[in-house]
């Protein structure tokens, strides 16, 4: 029987590694592709390297601490991006249902309200000139003007908030020719 002698450079093949770990030789072809056991050639292992590396995964400590702690870093990461994703899910349903508003929109109809204020003081004038020239006095000016003014307020305080309106902003943002807010 001749001598044997194992060093770092001895590799055998994919049925003989097999043998050595007790493993089948399906296994070993998957271990060498996911790069648990890489080959040294095809079909060929080195054999010190890659027992060293099956006793390294099948204790699990088959990362270094460095590798432990950026394992770590990425799947803490990764959580957050998740519970991102969940919170944008969760205010675009909101927004979707007519629960909640985006600031542009609030705006949009804020400033629609303020220019539709603005076109009935601009009006107002106008609309007092003749009265107030009939008025037999200052006092009766004033009380046609306080009139005016009172009927407009009186106009604004008739706002309701419409969801509809909302609505129609967010089909308008989104490119939606319809979308009904609320029906589940």
Request: net charge neutral; glycine share 4%; proline share 2%.
């Amino acid at each position: 029987m001749a001598d044997f002698k194992v060093t770092d450079e001895t590799t055998i093949s994919t049925t003989e590694l097999a043998r050595v770990l007790g493993l089948s030789v399906r296994r070993i072809q998957q271990m060498a592709q996911d790069g648990t056991v890489p080959p040294a050639k095809k079909g060929r292992f080195r054999l010190n390297d890659s027992v060293q590396r099956y006793i390294t995964f099948i204790t699990g400590n088959q990362m270094t601490e460095d590798e432990q702690k950026m394992e770590k870093t990425r799947k803490s990461a990764e959580v957050q991006i998740k519970v991102a994703k969940a919170a944008v899910a969760k205010l675009e349903a909101s927004e979707l249902q007519g629960k909640m508003h985006r600031s542009e929109d609030v705006q949009a109809v804020t400033e629609d309200m303020a220019s539709t204020l603005r076109s009935m003081l601009i009006a107002l004038p106008g609309q007092l000139a003749v009265d107030c020239n009939n008025a037999e006095s200052a006092a009766e000016c004033a009380a046609i003007i306080k009139k005016g003014v009172h009927r407009i307020m009186n106009e604004m305080c008739k706002y309701k908030y419409d969801p509809d309106k909302y609505a129609e902003r967010v089909r308008d943002r989104l490119n939606w020719d319809t979308m009904v807010i609320g029906d589940e």
